[in-house]
């Protein structure tokens, strides 16, 4: 009797002690089990920096993008002309060789002050650059006692001029513009075939509105050169005043933007990735 007990005793004890670990082990792997689980949902609730919202927004972004910069391309391309200088009579503006842009116009729209292009078969049928000093109408002189150009009567301080020092033209000339035409210059006096040297010429020297072609706006080429061509504000103070600045800022402010979307939008993809990953392991810890 005592050793039925005895091995009952035993057996008990042995059932609830195995009993025990095995309810110790399933808890602990059922806990564990339930950690990882939470952790792995909360690093995968955690997901993609920005998430499907953030990728809705980087693919607008590159959308965007793509409209500004082709748009911006087809906008210049439709307002503006390229063309090289021929002579370094524009000299320091603009040099013999630069690239240049220049916004097609019609002549109408010039003012006193603006640089153009135009082709008159009388200068030679091929696109020069030119400043426009004086319009229809006009009586132009050079020089007064300090040395400057006269329009109507009123001196013009041209800072634009390569010799600033000296007067603004070696030579003197007088004229009265015809209606509906332009009187033109170089910036660089000393060198310059304009309106002055065909005084005797059938037009007097000065060119109709309709040649003109294009309004400079900025040097494209060369790097070092490269930037916009402001309005001077020399003839202000004459009627008509100046013509405002073209729309270049504008174009090359939609490529630019454009550009930037672009590659913001799409580097929204990799970054997110390399964030998701970081909080993955964090998460995990």
Avoid: H
């Amino acid at each position: 009797m005592s050793g039925e007990s005895s091995t009952r005793t035993t057996g008990a004890g042995g059932g609830t002690s195995t009993g025990a670990r095995n309810g110790a082990g399933a808890g602990a792997r059922n806990g564990a089990g339930t950690g990882a689980r939470t952790g792995a949902g909360k690093a995968k609730a955690a997901g993609p920096a920005g998430g499907r919202s953030g990728q809705i927004i980087s693919g607008l972004a590159v959308a965007l993008g793509f409209v500004l910069f082709l748009g911006g391309f087809v906008w210049g391309a439709v307002l503006y002309r390229p063309y090289t200088v021929p002579t370094g009579s524009m000299v320091p503006t603009v040099d013999v060789g630069d690239k240049i842009l220049a916004q097609r116009i019609d002549g109408s729209q010039v003012r006193r002050g603006d640089i153009v292009v135009f082709t008159d078969s009388l200068w030679g049928d091929v696109p020069m650059v030119k400043r426009v000093v004086a319009v229809g109408g006009d009586k132009i002189a050079c020089c007064d006692k300090q040395g400057r150009m006269t329009v109507n009567g009123k001196a013009i301080d041209e800072p634009y001029l390569k010799d600033t020092k000296g007067p603004a033209s070696p030579t003197g000339f007088k004229a009265t513009v015809p209606q509906g035409d332009l009187f033109l210059l170089g910036d660089n006096r000393a060198v310059s075939e304009d309106s002055r040297v065909r005084l005797t010429d059938a037009d007097g020297g000065s060119v109709p509105r309709s040649a003109v072609q294009a309004r400079v706006d900025a040097t494209a080429w060369p790097l070092g050169r490269m930037g916009m061509i402001g309005r001077t504000d020399a003839f202000a103070g004459l009627a008509g005043g100046t013509s405002q600045p073209g729309p270049l800022t504008w174009v090359v402010s939609a490529i630019v933007a454009g550009v930037v979307l672009i590659f913001g939008g799409a580097a929204y993809g990799p970054v997110a990735g390399v964030l998701g990953r970081r909080r993955m392991r964090r998460a995990a810890r």
